[in-house]
């Protein structure tokens, strides 16, 4: 491995490794706009260049392509350099527009972050001089690009060739009439096209979805996983709620990937990247409903009160046999392990599943996106969530025997069955089920054939654990609280166990987290505390091998 000094700080790094990713083991800054660690190196941007004396030899040298060699010294910080750098921002900033009043990206700009540490100079161009080019050019159903503010950095180009697969930017004509723009008759439309704008280093590629919503300084950041499918993404959720005069009701303003080497890297499909909307969508519940007579409105506690009656009455009647529960593989850990506390372990109850077949698919590559749309089928899985005892009842046949008559009581958590079932059937369901209780995060169908419906929280608004469908154990962190009346999922269960006599003991959810820990075997010895930021893989099941977050027909950068 080489040893080398940056700017008199030794370092010793991974033979191979260039100058720029160096650095940052010292936390140093090599500037640079073209290089990204994800894409392939093109050093056009010239940004990176550095002094490197070796072999008592001195020349200036790119960053990004040049790879760290023992005994090596990198200067990073001299006048030669600033000189190089402010040189280099001039050029691209004669003709760039002065927008940053209103650019999306002022305040995480590069351009303008760099102008500060190495440019401060006087532009020898006039205003009325400026190069004119696309401005609002829209180049697909969620990007717009400024030609203008382009760097010609290229990142987009390779992120759609390299990552994605597919040729539909590109760089056209020549020296100052350079430009970047689709490739004639393609828009960006690949499913995670949305990358580009977080490659972008300046503010010529914006997100419809975020434009001129909020400035970024007032954001707010919280790590968090997708949930949008079993493949579990690290992402970021930047997120402001103090200023209700724009937007009041939308809480998170975007999403963005979080580096995980071993999930994700450092992309997200656009598929998750705008499943946030539902998180404050118009038809969120947010306080529980009832068909019980002489009540227009109800509470929770009253909901409760009321289930756990009629589970009473029908256990006492007719034994285990007769409640059933349709459990969601959208549910957290803590969620499915209480449930299965509950109603398995303490009630006996073998009609327990999270599975129906006529659950929603979606579309599955082999770069991020899984069919499977809930983010925890793998924990529901390890924690038995499934036909009890291995031969109990599973989804569809619950749902057969409740159409039946077969159960008193039924409990359905997110799944909306009237989405599956025929008009005719749903009516066999209301008459033939004595007590349907509801848990779920929107107003659906289930929300008129349930006797009573319980609001419960999303992923944005609580703590939790999912587990992939690899294995990985990961956490997500709450930036705000639920509105109205919304519970988490965990305390709907502890509270009817109160009520049903069955204490299930947890001050927050990283009591139900060591308790899933000290009780489940795939979970021995995973503690709260010891989930680190990209999660930690289930007890026995080994880390999967390291592959390349990219399409497997990748085309060439150029």
């Known amino acids: 491995m080489p040893h080398l000094e940056i700017d008199g700080k030794p370092v010793e790094v991974p033979a ?26 093109v050093g056009s941007c010239r940004m990176c260049q550095v002094e490197v004396e070796l072999n008592g030899r001195k020349s200036i040298v790119v960053g990004c392509n040049t790879a760290a060699a023992d005994g090596m010294k990198v200067f990073n910080s001299t006048e030669a350099i600033h000189r190089i750098r402010s040189g280099v921002l001039e050029f691209y900033l004669q003709h760039h527009p002065l927008d940053c009043p209103i650019c999306d990206d002022a305040g995480e700009c590069d351009l303008q972050n760099y102008y500060l540490l190495h440019g401060l100079h006087d532009s020898r161009v006039e205003l009325a001089e400026k190069r004119h080019k696309h401005k609002v050019h829209d180049v697909g159903p969620t990007v717009v690009l400024d030609s203008e503010r382009c760097v010609l950095c290229s990142r987009c180009v390779r992120f759609c060739r390299e990552i994605a697969g597919v040729d539909e930017l590109g760089i056209f004509e020549h020296g100052g009439d350079s430009e970047l723009l689709n490739v004639p008759d393609k828009l960006l ?28 300084w007032y954001l707010k950041r919280t790590p968090s996983v997708c949930t949008g499918c079993s493949r579990g993404c690290s992402i970021y959720m930047d997120w402001e709620t103090s200023r209700s005069y724009k937007n009041p009701q939308r809480r998170i303003q975007r999403l963005k990937p979080r580096y995980n080497r071993d999930v994700n890297e450092w992309w997200i499909c656009d598929r998750g990247r705008y499943s946030y909307h539902a998180v404050d969508a118009g038809n969120r519940l947010t306080a529980p409903r009832t068909k019980s007579e002489g009540e227009s409105a109800t509470t929770v506690d009253a909901v409760l009160d009321r289930a756990a009656s009629k589970i009473k009455a029908a256990l006492s009647k007719h034994g285990p046999k007769s409640v059933a529960v349709i459990a969601s593989a959208a549910s957290s850990n803590e969620d499915l392990f209480l449930l299965k506390r509950l109603f398995a372990d303490e009630l006996k109850v073998h009609s327990l599943d999270v599975t129906l077949s006529g659950e929603p698919k979606g579309k599955e590559d082999e770069i991020l996106m899984k069919a499977d749309l809930t983010a925890n089928r793998r924990g529901a899985v390890e924690i038995a969530v499934q036909p009890w005892g291995g031969g109990g009842v599973a989804g569809d046949d619950i749902l057969a025997g409740a159409l039946d008559g077969d159960y008193e009581v039924l409990i359905v958590v997110q799944h909306d069955l009237t989405r599956i079932l025929s008009q005719k059937e749903r009516n066999r369901l209301g008459q033939n089920c004595e007590y349907i209780l509801y848990l779920g995060t929107h107003e659906n169908g289930m929300c008129h054939l349930a006797d009573d419906v319980i609001p419960i929280a999303m992923w944005a608004e609580r703590e939790a654990t999912g587990t992939n469908f690899q294995g990985r154990v990961q956490r997500t962190w709450r930036p705000f609280e639920p509105r109205g009346e919304v519970l988490c ?3 709907v269960w502890q509270e009817l166990g109160k009520r049903l006599g069955h204490a299930l003991p947890a001050e927050s959810v990283a009591d139900v987290f060591d308790s899933i820990g000290a009780a489940i075997a795939s979970f021995k010895g995973l503690t709260w505390e010891g989930i680190p930021p990209t999660g930690i893989m289930l007890t026995g099941v080994s880390e999967p091998p390291y592959r390349k977050v990219q399409s497997s027909r990748p085309l060439p950068a150029y």
């Open 489 to 491: 999922e965990w305390r």
């Open 16 to 41: 191979g490794t260039n100058l720029i990713e160096a650095a940052k083991r010292l936390n140093i800054e090599i500037p640079h706009y073209c290089y990204h660690p994800g894409l392939a190196v």
């Open 189 to 216: 439309e690949n499913d995670y096209a949305g990358n580009v704008v977080d490659l972008c280093p300046v503010g010529a590629l914006t997100d419809k979805d975020f434009r001129f919503k909020r400035r970024v």
